[in-house]
């Protein structure tokens, strides 16, 4: 069975100290790996896409890596302000476009 | 505003109520996805549009649910019967046509509590 896995399940940082988030996955096919950003009461906030393993994409004090069994998500010297839930999502390589979504790390960030 | 919009973005009904929600997606995008969101769940696959054509449709879509995109522009999803397990957020979302372009643009959502 398809399956997108994220860990940890929620995470408490104080502001500037870094870490990652996870997303490993156990699919027939990929075809794509998103992640997502979603604030409360929002719908998900598109962040990046990588498509094969050994790809990186940056964004501000994000950068997300993806390897053929799981991708993570580094936030560098994190603020309040990125305090949300952040989704893994992964598009099936099986000729139509079925996206599974993980269940997201909920981000609190302390000032 | 040129994102995707939802409407209504609240609905509140009685079980047993029919409910429909609207979905209109980024202009020229061809692609277009229904989801159902649960409190600390990730979004779940519901139904898949590309222009008017319902190509993939999930196990979740019971008979109660239908979708439909009649001139390949906005969506509707209504569910007939509801039930309080229907309680949940519809997320829309849509995809540009370009290849390899896969990122899907969500809607704010439509929030559904069935009393």
């Known amino acids: 069975e398809d399956q997108v896995t994220q860990s940890p399940e929620a995470l408490r940082l104080q502001e500037g100290e870094s870490s990652s988030l996870n997303c490993s996955y156990t699919v027939s096919g990929l075809r794509g790996l998103f992640w997502y950003r979603q604030d409360p009461g929002k719908g998900p906030e598109f962040l990046f896409t990588?498509?094969?393993a050994g790809e990186e994409k940056e964004k501000e004090r994000l950068k997300a890596t993806l390897t053929k069994k799981e991708s993570f998500l580094h936030i560098t010297a994190p603020k309040p302000e990125d305090s949300a839930t952040y989704l893994c999502?992964?598009?099936?390589?099986?000729?139509?476009?079925?996206?599974?979504f993980g269940a997201g790390t909920r981000l609190f960030v302390k000032a | 505003d040129t994102g995707v919009s939802q409407d209504p973005r609240h609905k509140i009904t009685k079980r047993g109520q029919n409910v429909t929600f609207r979905c209109d997606p980024i202009?020229?995008?061809?692609?277009l996805y229904w989801y159902r969101q649960t409190l600390g769940q990730g979004p779940e696959f519901l139904t898949y549009?590309?222009?008017?054509?319902?190509?993939?449709k999930s196990r979740l879509l019971s008979d109660r649910f239908s979708a439909e995109r009649p001139k390949g522009s906005f969506s509707t999803l209504e569910i007939q019967r509801t039930e309080q397990g229907d309680s949940a957020m519809y997320l829309c979302?849509?995809?540009?046509?370009?290849?390899?372009?896969?990122?899907?643009?969500f809607g704010p959502g439509t929030r559904l509590t069935v009393l």
């Open positions: 979302a849509s995809s540009p046509p370009a290849h390899n372009n896969n990122e899907q643009f």
């Open positions: 990588l498509y094969s």
């Open positions: 999502a992964v598009l099936l390589n099986t000729g139509g476009f079925k996206t599974i």
């Open positions: 549009f590309q222009n008017e054509a319902q190509l993939e």
């Open positions: 202009s020229e995008h061809n692609r």
